[in-house]
Nanobody, 117 residues
Framework: QAQLVQSGGGLVQPGGSLRLSCAGS????????LSWYRQRAGKERELVAS???????GYATSVKGRFTISRDNDKSTVDLQMNSLKPEDTAVYYC???????????WGQGALVTVSS
């Protein structure tokens, strides 16, 4: 059974940094496009960053230059390094993977990131 388990999150001051990690199991990790989404209060879930199997990355305009997505296929992990955090980055963050031939979506359990002084 495909599964993603997240770690990280918490409270950080504006301008600070935080790293989220996500570990995959039950599927061929290296074959899966991976992504990080977030859902702010009262908003729909939105794509933050993505990384393809060939390690090509993409970012939402709002986080470009501040966030970095990376993957380690040997460890089956995908990370999101978040720098220069702003209060508007406060959200529940989810890692996601497209798994198998059918590209089924698998989600992590979510992690709350709060940026506040």
């Amino acid at each position: 059974q495909a599964q993603l388990v997240q770690s990280g999150g918490g409270l950080v001051q504006p301008g600070g940094s935080l790293r989220l990690s996500c570990a995959g199991s039950g599927f061929t990790f290296s074959d899966a496009p991976l992504s990080w989404y977030r859902q702010r209060a009262g908003k729909e879930r939105e794509l933050v960053a993505s990384i393809a199997t060939a390690h090509t990355t993409g970012y939402a305009t709002s986080v470009k230059g501040r966030f970095t997505i990376s993957r380690d296929n040997d460890k089956s992990t995908v990370d999101l390094q978040m720098n220069s955090l702003k209060p508007e980055d406060t959200a529940v963050y989810y890692c996601g993977a497209l798994v198998g031939v059918g590209r089924d979506r698998v989600w992590g359990q979510g992690a709350l990131v709060t940026v506040s002084s």
